[in-house]
């Protein structure tokens, strides 16, 4: 099965993703996420505020997951990998959009953009009941 074919379609009909961190105790933390904002083959890019708890997180460790879905297939791909934290303005300006600016009071490219860059090592797909990890 070409999984990348999979997670494009999952990616394309949804609107959000799932992000797992790992807090600084050590639990997992999940949050919904709005979908990656680029992809180039194994890497995903997403934005966030710089101020976010997750920032911090990835910057503490840089362990993380996304996981995409159709409810009505009772289909998912979850991704496991490492993230980047994106601040640098150079690092970050060719990401904004002008409609961000509702996330972001202070403007595009400033200190609260952030984008973080998702690089995957392994999955787990699941659908029928089946779970095929690649």
């Known amino acids: 099965m070409d999984y990348e074919k999979e997670w494009v379609r999952l990616m394309e009909n949804g609107s959000l993703c799932f992000l797992g961190s790992v807090t600084q105790e050590g639990f997992p933390m999940i949050r919904a996420m709005l ?13 966030t505020n710089t101020s976010s708890n997750k920032v911090k997180q990835f ?9 995409f ?14 993230m980047q934290v994106l601040m640098k303005e150079s690092e970050k300006i ?4 002008d409609d961000y600016q ?8 400033l200190p609260d953009f952030t984008v973080l860059k998702f ?16």
Not at 35 to 46: A, C, M, Q, R, W
Not at 59 to 67: E, Q, S, T
Not at 69 to 82: C, K, M, P, Q, V
Not at 119 to 134: A, S
């Open 119 to 134: 690089t995957y090592e392994h999955g787990e797909f699941y659908q029928n009941f089946n779970v095929t990890t690649f």
């Open 59 to 67: 910057l503490d460790n840089a362990k993380a997951c996304l996981y």
């Open 94 to 97: 060719d990401f904004w959009q």
């Open 69 to 82: 879905y159709d409810a009505a297939a009772f289909t998912g791909i979850s991704l496991l990998g490492e």
């Open 35 to 47: 979908k990656p904002i680029k992809v180039e083959g194994n890497t995903f890019y997403l934005h």
């Open 102 to 109: 509702i996330y972001y009071e202070k403007g595009g490219g």
